[in-house]
């Protein structure tokens, strides 16, 4: 046989007023669930029409910032440069897309961007394919800037 355990009528108050004023307490629910939407979710950024200096400092601030805010995957969108204007300058090739190349490469010559990122592939079609690169971020939980 359950023994029962009966609430006084004083208990039954006290637990009312107190579930009334939560106002102060931390919830810590919240916390973990902000945390991880961030770690689930994909932070983009776009450089179409940005010269190549220009990218390159959006590039790197963004992927800082990613990674102190604990993003871990990231889409950087650089265009397949096609329609850039290299037909009309006999200097430039029209095989080279500038971003297209150069934003990895400035990236992977970055010490202070290569100790946050844990690996570069190519982006899924649907995410830009040719014209964008996908890159995840390692945890910042054990690293110091």
């Given at each position: 046989?359950?023994?029962?355990?009966?609430?006084?009528?004083?208990?039954?108050?006290?637990?009312?007023?107190?579930?009334?004023?939560?106002?102060?307490?931390?919830?810590?629910?919240?916390?973990?669930?902000?945390?991880?939407?961030?770690?689930?979710?994909?932070?983009?950024?776009d450089?179409h029409?940005?010269?190549?200096?220009?990218?390159?400092?959006?590039?790197e601030?963004?992927?800082?910032?990613?990674?102190?805010?604990?993003?871990?995957?990231l889409?950087?969108?650089?265009g397949?440069?096609?329609?850039?204007?290299v037909?009309?300058?006999?200097?430039?090739?029209?095989?080279?897309?500038?971003?297209?190349?150069?934003?990895?490469?400035?990236?992977?010559?970055?010490?202070?961007?290569?100790?946050?990122?844990?690996?570069i592939?190519?982006?899924?079609?649907?995410?830009?394919?040719?014209?964008?690169?996908?890159?995840?971020?390692?945890?910042?939980?054990?690293?110091t800037?």
């Open positions: 046989m359950k023994k029962k355990i009966l609430v006084s009528d004083k208990d039954k108050k006290d637990w009312l007023n107190y579930t009334k004023n939560l106002k102060g307490i931390y919830n810590k629910d919240l916390d973990i669930l902000s945390k991880n939407n961030q770690i689930n979710s994909i932070k983009k950024i450089l029409g940005l010269s190549l200096e220009r990218a390159n400092l959006k590039v601030n963004f992927i800082k910032n990613c990674f102190k805010l604990g993003y871990r995957k889409i950087i969108i650089t397949k440069g096609s329609r850039s204007k037909y009309n300058d006999p200097y430039k090739s029209e095989k080279m897309s500038v971003l297209k190349f150069s934003v990895p490469d400035f990236i992977k010559n970055n010490p202070s961007l290569t100790n946050k990122i844990s690996k592939t190519k982006a899924n079609q649907k995410d830009g394919g040719d014209g964008a690169f996908y890159i995840f971020l390692k945890s910042n939980e054990n690293i800037e």
